[in-house]
């Protein structure tokens, strides 16, 4: 950890607590600034707030006091799921107070570089992929971020010989104003968090923020295939490493004649890759250049892709039984993840989906149907999940009251050779507190079944 004053004696509010937030006020505390904790959740329901307070911080619970920004603070460290226009957040940028996340402070104290992910899907596969390929070449990696743990906390026991893999959110980018990642990945981008960030264009401009900061030293690996990623590397200062999972490129990381290439190299044969779908090439070809920057030789490479099967609730491989193979797809809880999911498979398919109905009906998935030989719907939008099955000509159509219900359904429908998929395409909050639970429950089934 590297030793600086920059907060010393400074006056600092960290709006917001969860994990971040409490590795943010533990960090600044020990680098000797004044800090004050604001959270919305009461004092006696807050356990972190608890151990702030007997840490010796000061803790202000159970409301945002709009007067609690008149203080004097220097800098205000927000959880990134706080909104600008939030009344606090608003009421800081008119009195002129520098807004930060907590991965900026990881930054400012680490002794080893970042390796920074970001994309509206993937983040997590890449991420994991990255980290898992560093460790089997023997980088020494570590891993942090939007993927479970806290950054600042990371990059306080990180060395020199370290290197940080990290998946960022949008969030947390628009709030890194020196943030330097060594290598960075923009997987891609869709339409995604418009809640919060008002348009496209802004959307696009916070996972922008990944390269502002690099400089011709620094690499910024780039999904070649879609304009917007490709505007944003023509303005960056760093080395561009494209990659495609469609076509042949002149640098990168791409697919000829069956072979994953990285600059002309041959690193190995695509039908040696264990994780399944079109759309997880994107990740690879990605976690492949990465590797490669990094001077991970071809042998540890090959070792991860040819085992790797997925991150839990992503396509996930569970187990086979009696020749059924079943696979967890839980983190598909809108209509693009659950058709990636889909066409990962040439097989036929006992599609299990449904959930939260947020207004949409589902025709979109009807061209995806292709391989669905039977459908097991739950939660709200069953009836317009069955809609869209019955357009697609899918003959056996069942409903049950949940996912746990749904699999030895799924096992007396499906035969040898079939594969059993829990792909919602719908958020899980109408029966689940989330999408985890939702798969744990999946998974829980699956194993009883063997």
Not at 66 to 87: A, M, R
Request: glycine fraction near 8%.
């Amino acid at each position: 950890m590297k030793t600086i004053n920059l907060y010393t004696h400074k006056k600092i509010l960290v709006l917001g607590l969860a994990k971040s937030g409490v590795g943010a006020a533990l960090l600044l505390h020990k680098l000797g600034a004044f800090v004050t904790v604001n959270d919305y959740k009461p004092l006696s329901e807050n356990p972190e707030a608890q151990g702030l307070l007997e840490q010796g911080i000061k803790v202000i619970c159970g409301e945002h006091p709009i007067e609690l920004l008149d203080e004097g603070f220097e800098l205000i460290v927000k959880n990134p799921g706080i909104p600008y226009h939030n009344p606090m957040i608003e009421g800081a940028l008119e009195r002129g107070i520098p807004i930060i996340t907590e991965v900026e402070l990881a930054y400012q104290i680490s002794e080893a570089p970042f390796i920074a992910i970001t994309g509206t899907n993937g983040k997590t596969t890449t991420t994991t992929l990255v980290y898992e390929i560093l460790k089997a070449g023997e980088k020494y990696p570590l891993i942090a971020g939007n993927i479970g743990t806290v950054a600042s906390e990371v990059a306080q026991s990180a060395e020199v010989h370290n290197q940080i893999v990290i998946e960022l959110s949008s969030f947390q980018l628009m709030g890194t104003p020196s943030f330097r990642p060594r290598i960075a990945i923009l997987t891609n981008l869709y339409d995604a968090h418009l809640d919060y960030h008002g348009t496209r264009i802004e959307y696009v401009k916070a996972k922008a923020n990944i390269t502002k900061n690099q400089t011709s030293d620094d690499f910024f690996i780039v999904n070649a295939e879609q304009e917007d990623v490709m505007n944003i590397a023509r303005s960056s200062k760093a080395q561009i490493v494209p990659f495609s999972p469609v076509r042949e490129l002149s640098t990168g990381a791409f697919i000829k004649d069956g072979w994953v290439i990285f600059n002309g190299e041959q690193i190995m044969k695509q039908e040696d890759i264990r994780l399944p779908g079109a759309h997880n090439l994107e990740n690879i070809l990605s976690a492949v250049a990465a590797a490669k920057l990094s001077g991970v030789k071809n042998e540890a490479i090959y070792q991860v892709l040819n085992t790797f099967t997925g991150v839990k609730h992503r396509l996930q491989y569970i187990a086979e039984v009696e020749g059924r193979m079943f696979y967890n797809d839980s983190k598909a809880t809108n209509i693009l993840a659950t058709k990636n999911a889909l066409a990962a498979f040439n097989k036929p398919i006992i599609l299990l989906a449904g959930g939260l109905d947020r207004g949409n009906e589902f025709d979109e998935l009807v061209p995806s149907f292709n391989n669905v030989k039977a459908i097991i719907t739950f939660g709200q939008t069953a009836e317009k999940m069955e809609n869209a099955a019955k357009k697609a000509g899918i003959k056996i159509i069942q409903r049950v009251d949940n996912v746990g219900k749904a699999v030895p359904l799924a096992y007396q429908l499906s035969g040898p050779g079939d594969v059993v998929l829990l792909s919602p395409a719908c958020a899980s909050w109408d029966q689940y507190k989330t999408f985890e639970v939702r798969g744990d429950i999946f998974i829980e089934a699956v194993h009883k079944l063997k």
